[in-house]
């Protein structure tokens, strides 16, 4: 599901914003960073309020240091969610942005990097974008998964992954609260040959890694500690 806590904090969007610049990967429009020749890709994939979002951009350059080329896709094409659109609530914009179709762009825009001759992808989601990426990890296009805050992501669906996984919640969640996280625990620890790891954060809410306060230090401490999660994954899988 999808809730209040995926619309509060709502960033200020930075169409400029960001080291790399805007160009189409797969009929999309995607925010790029990072070493173009490299052979490992990530692929970051936005919650509802999308690729302009500053702290994601601000994050898919801090992994584009780490020698990743990074691409941010606009999955919702110049219409991320508008809280301040009160004629279209959140559950309505969800019916013109199903996460379906996230994922088959994402396939694209996967199949373009490949193109490009990128040998490996990995991919994070944010709140939406978990849902999109925990398809990628059942189909096999790429070689690592990282769900930060999910939404919409099922027991179901983790029994499905084939991918090696982390899951990244949230203490303090309404959408994937963590007895819903802690059950794709045991799921995965059964899979053979398929790594898996889960890890709830305490005292953060909903959204914590890429929504934050970056004046209050208690609340960068978290969400760095995440994103250095999400890269040390990346690290261990994309070889």
């Given at each position: 599901?999808l809730?209040?806590?995926?619309c ?9 914003g960001?080291?790399?610049h ?14 173009a020749?490299s052979?490992l890709?990530?692929l970051l ?5 999308g ?8 994050l898919a350059?801090?992994?584009a ?6 691409v941010?896709?606009?999955f919702f094409y ?11 609530p ?6 013109d ?5 996230g ?7 996967i199949?373009a ?11 994070a989601g944010f ?5 999109v990426?925990?398809?990628?990890a ?22 499905d992954?084939d991918?090696?996984i982390s ?10 609260p963590?007895e819903?996280?802690?059950q794709f625990e045991?799921?995965l620890a059964?899979?053979?040959g398929v790594?898996?790891?889960v ?5 953060v809410v909903?959204?914590?890694?890429v929504?934050y306060n ?5 609340a960068?401490?978290p969400a760095?500690?995440?994103h250095?999660?999400m890269l040390?994954w ?6």
């Amino acid at each position: 599901m999808l809730g209040s806590q995926c619309c509060s904090n709502p960033p200020t969007l930075t169409p400029n914003g960001g080291g790399g610049h805007v160009e189409k990967i797969g009929g999309l429009d995607t925010y790029v960073t990072g070493p173009a020749n490299s052979k490992l890709a990530v692929l970051l994939i936005s919650d509802i309020m999308g690729y302009e979002s500053p702290l994601l951009r601000k994050l898919a350059d801090k992994v584009a240091t780490a020698g990743y080329y990074v691409v941010v896709p606009d999955f919702f094409y110049g219409d991320p969610y508008n809280p301040e659109n009160a004629d279209r609530p959140v559950l309505v914009w969800l019916k013109d942005h199903g996460p379906d179709k996230g994922f088959e762009d994402a396939k694209r825009v996967i199949e373009a990097l490949k193109g490009k001759g990128v040998s490996s992808v990995g991919a994070a989601g944010f709140c939406w974008g978990a849902k999109v990426v925990v398809e990628l990890a059942k189909s096999g296009p790429i070689k690592a998964a990282v769900l930060l805050h999910p939404s919409l992501v099922t027991v179901d669906d983790i029994k499905d992954v084939d991918t090696p996984i982390s899951i990244l919640g949230a203490e303090i969640d309404k959408v994937s609260p963590p007895e819903l996280v802690r059950q794709f625990e045991p799921i995965l620890a059964a899979k053979s040959g398929v790594d898996g790891h889960v890890k709830i954060f305490p005292k953060v809410v909903h959204g914590w890694t890429v929504r934050y306060n970056e004046d209050d230090p208690e609340a960068v401490k978290p969400a760095e500690e995440a994103h250095q999660d999400m890269l040390e994954w990346f690290d261990n899988y994309l070889k």
